[in-house]
C-alpha cells in the first residue's frame, strides 16, 4: 500500500509525461507532422527553409518543469545545415511564430523568447563563434549579435545520429539549463544556462524552429516530454485525501 500511495503522490504532484505524439501541435513554414504524427520534419533537405512547431498552451513560469526531446539532422548538402532550437517565448505571433531560415535557423525576429541552438553551419553570427557543429543560447529572436561579439557555445557533433537533450527550468532561480548526449541517459553535468528574464512573462509556448539555408538538411523531431511540478500547496491538499485512501485499502483488507 505505501508503495502505491508514493506513486500515486508522484504521479499528481509532478504529473504525467507528454510523450510518443505530436498530435495537436501546430507548425508553420516547412514544419510538418509525418509517421503518423510521431515525428515533426521541420525541414527536408530544400534550400532556403524555414519550420517551426508548437504544443498546445502555454506552460506556467511559476514552477519547476523538465523536458526531453531527441532529434536527428541527416541527409542534407554541404555537410547540413544549419540547425534547430527549442524555444520558450511568449511573442505576439504566439503559435504562429516563425523566423527566416539560412544561419538564423528559423527563430529570427521571435521577441519576448530564449532558445538553445543546435547549430550546425558557421555563419559568422554568435551563435557560431565556436568553430564547427556546437550548441549556444539566444534570446529575444537575435542569434546575430545577442551576446556583443562574445564567444557562447560549446562544441559537439549534432549530425547523422540521434540526440537527446534536456531542459531544466527553476522557478527558484528563474533559470533553464539544458543538457544534452548521444544516449538517453541525462548527464550529470549540465551544457549551457540562461535567465528566463528575457520573456517577460509568466507563461511561455514551448516549441522548436530550424531552417536550411544554401547548405540543407532533414532536421526532425523525435520525441518530446514535458513535466511540471505544480505549487507545493497542490501536492499539501492532496495528502489528507490520499491518506482517506490508504484508509479505506485497509478496510477493503479486513
Not at 508522484?10 to 508553420?28: D, K, M, Q, R
Not at 510521431?38 to 525541414?43: E, F, G, K, R, V
Not at 505571433?93 to 525576429?109: C, E, F, K, M, R
Request: charged share 15%; proline share 4%; aromatic share 10%.
Amino acid at each position: 500500500m505505501a508503495r502505491l500511495l508514493a506513486a500515486l503522490v508522484l504521479f499528481v504532484c509532478i504529473g504525467p509525461a507528454h510523450a510518443g505524439t505530436f498530435t495537436g501541435w501546430s507548425t508553420n513554414g516547412s514544419a510538418q507532422l509525418i509517421d503518423g504524427d510521431d515525428t515533426i520534419s521541420l525541414t527536408e533537405p530544400v534550400i532556403f527553409e524555414a519550420g517551426s512547431a508548437w504544443s498546445p498552451g502555454q506552460v506556467s513560469l511559476a514552477n519547476d518543469f523538465s523536458v526531453a526531446f531527441s532529434f536527428t539532422l541527416y541527409g542534407g548538402s554541404n555537410g547540413g545545415a544549419d540547425g534547430i532550437t527549442i524555444t520558450f517565448q511568449n511573442s505576439a505571433a504566439g503559435l504562429t511564430a516563425l523566423g527566416a531560415g539560412g544561419g538564423v535557423i528559423g527563430y529570427s525576429d521571435i521577441d519576448h523568447s530564449v532558445a538553445f541552438v543546435y547549430d550546425t553551419f558557421d555563419n559568422g553570427l554568435d551563435t557560431d563563434r565556436v568553430p564547427g557543429p556546437n550548441t549556444s543560447v539566444a534570446y529575444d529572436g537575435n542569434l546575430v549579435n545577442p551576446w556583443g561579439g562574445n564567444t557562447v557555445g560549446t562544441a559537439y557533433a549534432l549530425r547523422e545520429k540521434v540526440i537527446y537533450a534536456w531542459i531544466d527550468y527553476s522557478a527558484a532561480t528563474q533559470a533553464f539549463t539544458s543538457y544534452i548526449s548521444d544516449t538517453n541517459a541525462k548527464p550529470a553535468n549540465a551544457d549551457m544556462s540562461i535567465d528566463s528574464s528575457y520573456i517577460g512573462s509568466s507563461s511561455v509556448y514551448v516549441g522548436f524552429t530550424a531552417g536550411t539555408g544554401g547548405a540543407t538538411d532533414n532536421q526532425e523531431i523525435l520525441s518530446f516530454s514535458l513535466t511540471e511540478v505544480p505549487e507545493p500547496g497542490t501536492c499539501a491538499l492532496l495528502l489528507p485525501a490520499l491518506g482517506a485512501l490508504g484508509c479505506a485499502a485497509r478496510r477493503r483488507r479486513g
